[in-house]
């Protein structure tokens, strides 16, 4: 078998940060600037719920690989399900190396009017999580170890670029598909993570912009990275499929419900009635959205089925996401059956079907990331804190935030899909398409 330059440089790639982290030795210990609290000051139970909702987050990696992988075609469910677990290896390195730095670091962007805003954090803050100890952060993580958040948010990066793999399913290189996700978490997750979530980002400070779990940081960059994708990738050969395995579907769905407790409730960064409210509001969103999805379906004409049952579920998590620490469960229940509906219709429109989003990846997760960012701006509780409480300002401000996430990521990610396929050609040939990616990328199949 003849081996590629391109191997080559990827495990050249993976030897060089492998011994680099060995090597690294910076100039200055970031844990004596005065960020930092005292050991004593860490509360052991949140520390004991964040190492709990961690581990949660990361199974809804694997659950979103049995959840696409049971809607493709039976020659790629393999490679489908691949795409969403190998972000696990190539996020989790690149988020110790630099992603972190890049996304919670030393705040870099401009000063208005005596105040700075930040764009993207400084690269060099925790390159190779120097720094990222056991003490906690005065303000990012107060009441546990700084690693601990560090590894948290990590999970948040795994699992963006793995959604978005379900646009483009069933005709993508699994090189270039690498190479993408790279290059996606860099420049496009890192400086959207910092700008909602660091203290000092401008989406943040400037816009005020609700986003408690990753409603706009995960779901509506994947959304649009993957119409961006399904665009640039074109549509397949074969449009048309039976789902492999409802079965995995439904396995998938599960375990995604199961972490998005941790995803949510997490998200509070304590063992608090803060994060008791995720809790409360994401599952009664999920099933609200469930639910609505089948009956929407049926008097819409078409039959009950345990993929939209799947897929209904999943969208109200989505939606829900957002707001998920600022409102009530009344209204979350409101927030999962609107939400279904306008993804529901977004799923059949006829205009949106030519793009071949292969698993309607936009129509769910970037609509669902829309509905979620626009009702947090109606219901967040507060004063001034929403629309119905007084604020606004902050409904205006949350969208003009959503035009500018919209833009950024669309474009952002449709230059990157350019610059991939420019380096690594991003479609498989017709052959290998034909053949399914299982055996012409992977040389493996079910049988």
Request: hydrophobic share 55%; proline share 3%.
């Given at each position: 078998?003849?081996?590629?330059?391109?191997?080559?440089?990827?495990?050249?790639?993976?030897?060089?940060?492998?011994?680099?982290?060995?090597?690294?030795?910076?100039?200055?210990?970031?844990?004596?600037?005065?960020?930092?609290?005292?050991?004593?000051?860490?509360?052991?139970?949140?520390?004991?719920?964040?190492?709990?909702?961690?581990?949660?987050?990361?199974?809804?990696?694997?659950?979103?690989?049995?959840?696409?992988?049971?809607?493709?075609?039976?020659?790629?469910?393999?490679?489908?399900?691949?795409?969403?677990?190998?972000?696990?290896?190539?996020?989790?390195?690149?988020?110790?190396?630099?992603?972190?730095?890049?996304?919670?670091?030393e705040s870099l962007g401009f000063s208005m009017n005596g105040k700075h805003y930040g764009i993207i954090g400084n690269p060099l803050s925790y390159?190779?999580?120097?720094?990222?100890?056991?003490?906690?952060?005065?303000?990012?993580?107060?009441?546990?170890?700084?690693?601990?958040?560090?590894?948290?948010?990590?999970?948040?990066?795994?699992?963006?670029?793995?959604?978005?793999?379900?646009?483009?399913?069933?005709?993508?290189?699994?090189?270039?598909?690498?190479?993408?996700?790279?290059?996606?978490?860099?420049?496009?997750?890192?400086?959207?993570?910092?700008?909602?979530?660091?203290?000092?980002?401008?989406?943040?400070?400037?816009?005020?912009?609700?986003?408690?779990?990753?409603?706009?940081?995960?779901?509506?960059?994947?959304?649009?990275?993957?119409?961006?994708?399904?665009?640039?990738?074109?549509?397949?050969?074969?449009?048309?499929?039976?789902?492999?395995?409802?079965?995995?579907?439904?396995?998938?769905?599960?375990?995604?419900?199961?972490?998005?407790?941790?995803?949510?409730?997490?998200?509070?960064?304590?063992?608090?009635?803060?994060?008791?409210?995720?809790?409360?509001?994401?599952?009664?969103?999920?099933?609200?959205?469930?639910?609505?999805?089948?009956?929407?379906?049926?008097?819409?004409?078409?039959?009950?089925?345990?993929?939209?049952?799947?897929?209904?579920?999943?969208?109200?998590?989505?939606?829900?996401?957002?707001?998920?620490?600022?409102?009530?469960?009344?209204?979350?229940?409101?927030?999962?059956?609107?939400?279904?509906?306008?993804?529901?219709?977004?799923?059949?429109?006829?205009?949106?079907?030519?793009?071949?989003?292969?698993?309607?990846?936009?129509?769910?997760?970037?609509?669902?990331?829309?509905?979620?960012?626009?009702?947090?701006?109606?219901?967040?509780?507060?004063?001034?804190?929403?629309?119905?409480?007084?604020?606004?300002?902050?409904?205006?401000?949350?969208?003009?935030?959503?035009?500018?996430?919209?833009?950024?990521?669309?474009?952002?990610?449709?230059?990157?899909?350019?610059?991939?396929?420019a380096m690594i050609t991003l479609r498989v040939s017709e052959e290998s398409e034909n053949m399914g990616l299982d055996l012409s990328q992977h040389?493996?199949?079910?049988?």
């Amino acid at each position: 078998m003849k081996i590629g330059l391109k191997w080559i440089v990827s495990f050249s790639v993976i030897a060089i940060v492998a011994f680099g982290g060995l090597f690294w030795n910076p100039a200055a210990d970031v844990s004596d600037t005065g960020a930092f609290l005292s050991e004593d000051k860490i509360v052991g139970a949140d520390v004991a719920w964040i190492l709990a909702a961690a581990g949660l987050v990361l199974l809804m990696t694997p659950g979103l690989s049995f959840f696409y992988g049971g809607m493709v075609g039976k020659k790629n469910v393999i490679s489908t399900m691949l795409q969403s677990f190998i972000a696990l290896g190539v996020i989790s390195i690149l988020w110790v190396v630099v992603g972190f730095s890049l996304s919670f670091g030393e705040s870099l962007g401009f000063s208005m009017n005596g105040k700075h805003y930040g764009i993207i954090g400084n690269p060099l803050s925790y390159m190779f999580f120097n720094g990222v100890g056991a003490l906690p952060h005065k303000m990012m993580a107060s009441t546990i170890p700084f690693v601990l958040f560090a590894l948290f948010q990590m999970k948040f990066a795994v699992i963006t670029p793995a959604i978005i793999t379900g646009s483009f399913a069933e005709r993508v290189r699994f090189i270039s598909y690498l190479l993408f996700i790279v290059l996606f978490c860099i420049f496009i997750y890192t400086p959207l993570c910092h700008m909602v979530w660091h203290p000092d980002g401008l989406l943040n400070k400037y816009f005020g912009v609700k986003d408690f779990a990753g409603g706009t940081v995960v779901h509506m960059s994947a959304g649009f990275a993957a119409l961006a994708g399904a665009l640039v990738l074109g549509r397949r050969k074969n449009p048309h499929h039976e789902p492999s395995n409802i079965p995995y579907v439904l396995l998938g769905t599960g375990m995604l419900w199961f972490g998005w407790f941790g995803f949510n409730a997490g998200s509070a960064l304590s063992a608090s009635a803060s994060a008791a409210t995720a809790f409360g509001t994401t599952t009664i969103a999920s099933a609200s959205a469930m639910m609505t999805w089948i009956f929407f379906d049926r008097i819409n004409g078409r039959s009950i089925s345990a993929l939209g049952a799947c897929i209904g579920a999943v969208v109200g998590l989505v939606a829900i996401t957002p707001g998920c620490g600022f409102v009530s469960i009344q209204e979350s229940l409101f927030i999962g059956f609107i939400s279904a509906i306008v993804s529901n219709v977004m799923v059949n429109w006829k205009a949106l079907k030519k793009v071949d989003d292969t698993l309607d990846v936009f129509a769910c997760h970037g609509v669902g990331g829309i509905m979620g960012m626009v009702l947090t701006a109606v219901f967040a509780h507060g004063e001034n804190a929403s629309l119905l409480h007084g604020g606004v300002s902050v409904f205006l401000h949350h969208m003009a935030a959503l035009v500018l996430v919209s833009a950024f990521t669309f474009f952002g990610s449709l230059l990157l899909y350019k610059i991939t396929d420019a380096m690594i050609t991003l479609r498989v040939s017709e052959e290998s398409e034909n053949m399914g990616l299982d055996l012409s990328q992977h040389d493996e199949s079910l049988n």
